[in-house]
């Protein structure tokens, strides 16, 4: 699973997206578009549009899906509870991977019970090639340290268990965030090439980002 606010979905998160399964041999990859988020501002189009643009965004790449089970829920969304309802759907037995980049593996321990996460899914983090997590990790908090020092394995092992893993892929990051593309269209700038076609197009047909 990756979870993100997808506000909106650009071509870092669907490289990044790409890159793992094919590293890390995953089957399929679901986008879960974050409700109200936990720990972000509020983001500025509604949950239904961001989802929409996910949608969009994956439509021509099958081991993609959207799962909106987090824009659908009322109130706050945690990680944990999106993964413990998929553990119950999914079983016991079926490894699962929670997908996120390095930037927030190195915050999980602000995460709500983020000690738990480690129970129902590993945990697969994309960082730069050439750089290593290492160099960050003496500075995060002990029990994220120790966690990451005992549970690091190789991403081709962890389909061995259900959870519990930590792997670290090197894989390039694209210099693209949402937080740019918002700016770029409120200063009525192109984003042409560093999203899909098909949601810059949903983007400026809605209006979304624009100066009110
Ligand atoms: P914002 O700019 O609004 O903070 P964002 O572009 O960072 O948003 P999120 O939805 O917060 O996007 O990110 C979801 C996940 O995708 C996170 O795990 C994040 O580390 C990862 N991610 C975001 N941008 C990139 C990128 N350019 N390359 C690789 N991973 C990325």
């Not at 945690?78 to 997908?99: F, I, M, S």
Request: charge should be neutral.
């Amino acid at each position: 699973m990756l979870g993100g606010t997808f506000d909106p979905i650009h071509y870092g998160h669907l490289r990044l997206a790409e890159e793992m399964l094919e590293l890390a041999g995953l089957r399929q990859i679901r986008f879960i578009p974050t409700g109200t988020p936990a720990h972000r501002d509020v983001p500025q189009v509604t949950a239904a549009q961001r989802s929409e643009m996910v949608r969009l965004a994956i439509a021509d790449q099958p081991a993609f899906v959207l799962d909106e089970r987090e824009v659908k829920r009322a109130g706050k969304c945690y990680t944990v509870d999106t993964l413990r309802e998929l553990r119950l759907e999914l079983g016991a037995q079926q490894p699962l991977c929670l997908l996120m980049g390095g930037d927030a593996f190195l915050q999980l321990h602000t995460w709500h019970e983020w000690e738990k996460l480690f129970d129902l899914a590993h945990i697969v983090v994309g960082y730069r090639p050439g750089f290593t997590i290492e160099e960050r990790i003496v500075t995060a908090p002990l029990p994220l340290r120790e966690h990451y020092q005992k549970r690091l394995c190789a991403a081709t092992t962890l389909r061995a268990e259900a959870h519990g893993g930590i792997a670290v892929l090197g894989i390039p990051k694209l210099e693209i965030s949402a937080t740019v593309i918002r700016s770029r269209v409120a200063e009525q700038r192109s984003i042409r090439y560093l999203l899909p076609n098909a949601v810059a197009e949903y983007i400026h047909q809605h209006h979304l980002y624009a100066p009110c």
